[in-house]
């Protein structure tokens, strides 16, 4: 008896070791293209058409937001630029600075609006909201970085149904996030994993 137990024990010990073996092959196969594909749904690039105004949302590395929202001003896709949640990185005196810089690329001065710093994505979309109604403005483009392209439109639908917003992400190559194997650096797990867990708190009414 004892010499059938033994074959049929070792038999199972391969089993298992085999199972074992295939799931790690897939992992190594799949896993990247899943968090890859995880990271697209972060980003949402909707196609151009002129707006009455052009975002450049807080945050991300200092001017490329608001470089790329003078670039898409300039080719006549919007007829003013505001500026949403000042950057700290800036300088002291923020908006003088700002300005300034939007007037070097050639921007009038009477084209720059400035909402000051809101500090998270809602109180940007809320006051983004209020600012559009008060100046009848009825459609947007938003300027971020390519991972909050869609938390950032999204909540600003969710401010002002009755006005239109486009996502405008800046290039890859001028964003702090990359997404092509964004698990591979720390930098862009910390960002991804924050705007997963963001989206979380802005799907259950939080604060961001």
Request: glycine share 6%.
């Amino acid at each position: 008896m004892e010499a059938v137990v033994e074959p049929i024990a070792k038999a199972k010990r391969w089993r298992r070791w085999i199972i074992f073996a295939a799931v790690l092959l897939c992992l190594y196969f799949f896993l990247p293209l899943m968090l890859h594909f995880s990271a697209s749904l972060l980003i949402r690039r909707d196609p151009l058409q002129p707006a009455d105004i052009v975002v450049a949302l807080g945050g991300g590395v200092p001017c490329m937001r608001q470089d790329y929202a003078v670039e898409l001003y300039q080719q006549g896709l919007a007829k003013k630029i505001v500026i949403n949640g000042l950057a700290a990185e800036w300088g002291t005196d923020t908006e003088k600075t700002v300005r300034q810089h939007f007037i070097n690329l050639g921007v009038p001065e009477s084209d720059l609006v400035f909402a000051g710093d809101t500090g998270n994505t809602r109180a940007e979309a809320e006051l983004l909201a209020h600012m559009m109604r008060k100046n009848g403005w009825k459609s947007a483009i938003i300027v971020t970085d390519p991972y909050h392209t869609r938390r950032a439109t999204y909540t600003c639908e969710r401010a002002a149904s009755d006005l239109q917003f486009l996502a405008a992400p800046v290039s890859e190559k001028m964003s702090l996030w990359k997404q092509e194997r964004w698990w591979t650096r720390r930098g862009d797990v910390w960002l991804t994993i924050r705007e997963f867990v963001a989206w979380g708190n802005t799907l259950v009414g939080g604060l961001r």
